[in-house]
């Protein structure tokens, strides 16, 4: 009965490969998110999707890819994956941005 | 632009003692949100509380407590009678008045030592 689950929760990767994380949510929330978090426990977002459309893009990489099938998922895909792709992700949503966020636990991803 | 300052990198106490975790914010919005949210440990992130820019009474759930100040732009977190439970990084968030421009602050880490 998990609100925000994110799969896999630990990914080891070598440069140049693609790679996904799966996020789903069970809440019946509208948008849905992606924070990284560096190193240095710092979180940027990174995408906002609502209701299929993409309404926020910060300044990411064309690499990185955010695909909603449906509104309970929202997937992350990243290819030519570098060294400075290492990170926590942190998959998201609110039914309405003023009552704050439920997160997933994370995907550790570790580029060698 | 949003920003949000949390001035204390790294926090150590004693179990019990109490601790206050401060957030400062800057914003051109006349109304806005402000958060806290907790990461211990395991990861994950939890919600702890949203208060929006026109309620600045304080507010206090359980060992916890909120101190809004508008006029000094701080939006401080005070755990009273602190456990081990509570060693986590705590953030502190802003968001426009209607949900966008969402920031974190740096975080700051709280180590509850028994």
């Known amino acids: 009965d998990t609100a925000v689950s994110q799969t896999p929760k630990y990914l080891v990767t070598q440069m140049g490969n693609d790679k996904s994380i799966k996020c789903e949510q069970n809440?019946?929330?509208?948008?849905m998110y992606w924070y990284k978090q560096d190193s240095k426990k710092f979180l940027k977002i990174m995408f906002s999707y609502n209701n299929k459309e993409l309404i926020i893009n910060e300044t990411v990489p064309n690499r990185f890819s955010p695909k909603s099938p449906d509104k309970a998922h929202l997937n992350l895909h990243i290819n030519s994956l570098e060294l400075g792709d290492s990170a926590v992700y942190f998959c998201?949503?609110?039914?309405?941005?003023?009552?704050?966020?439920?997160f997933g636990s994370g995907t550790r991803l570790t580029v060698v | 632009a949003q920003k949000v300052t949390q001035a204390q990198t790294e926090i150590s106490v004693v179990e019990k003692e109490d601790v206050t975790l401060d957030c400062v914010y800057e914003?051109?919005?006349?109304?806005?949100?402000l958060f806290w949210y907790k990461q211990p440990p395991s990861g994950e992130l939890v919600f702890l509380i949203r208060?929006?820019?026109?309620?600045?009474q304080n507010e206090i759930s359980g060992r916890y407590s909120w101190n809004f100040q508008k006029s000094t732009s701080s939006f401080n977190f005070t755990i009273t009678a602190s456990q081990v439970v509570d060693s986590a990084v705590y953030f502190c968030?802003?968001?426009?008045?209607?949900?966008?421009?969402?920031?974190f602050g740096p975080g700051t880490r709280l180590s509850v030592l028994p």
């Open positions: 998201a949503s609110s039914q309405d941005e003023f009552y704050g966020y439920t």
């Open positions: 968030a802003l968001s426009g008045p209607y949900g966008q421009n969402f920031v």
């Open positions: 809440l019946g929330h509208d948008t």
């Open positions: 208060r929006n820019s026109f309620d600045e």
């Open positions: 914003t051109r919005d006349t109304t806005y949100y």
